[in-house]
């Protein structure tokens, strides 16, 4: 029987192959944000895809700590949001240049969850 590192990595090859697969090896002490570059909307992706294998104890991670959401709007609150954002995203281009909107940067993302601690967390029963 796989152990829950070994499943962690397996649910993570299997959301990555998903998204359009994925060059490198996966190792337990790849960080999700800085090494496998899963952050913004795309953590839910992947939770959902870890919960699947692994049940809700997923969700008590505070994925958001550990990951770079910078600009990212989720469900219903990206709906109301999005009318608003886009005329003052192109207001502040106009007067700002390329500075705004502000990018994600996530391998400078300063927070560090690897799937060691995600396979330690699920064994816990939860964070």
């Known amino acids: 029987m796989a152990t829950t590192e070994e499943r962690v990595i397996a ?14 090896s996966i190792e337990p002490d790849d960080a999700v944000c800085q090494d496998l ?5 795309d953590v839910d992706d992947f939770v959902w895809e870890l919960e699947e294998e692994f049940g809700p104890v997923v969700w008590t991670i505070p994925w958001g700590d550990y990951t770079d959401q910078t600009n990212s709007y ?14 003052k995203l192109l207001i502040e281009k106009v007067i700002f240049g390329d500075q705004m909107p502000s ?25």
Not at 11 to 24: C, I
């Open 74 to 87: 989720r469900g219903c609150r990206a709906c109301v949001v999005a009318p608003f954002m886009i005329p």
């Open 37 to 41: 570059m899963i952050f913004g909307i």
């Open 11 to 24: 649910a993570t090859w299997r959301f990555m192959e998903g998204r359009g697969g994925w060059d490198g």
């Open 103 to 127: 990018r994600p940067h996530p391998k400078d993302f300063p927070h560090r969850l690897t799937i060691k601690e995600i396979a330690q967390a699920i064994e816990a029963g939860g964070w």
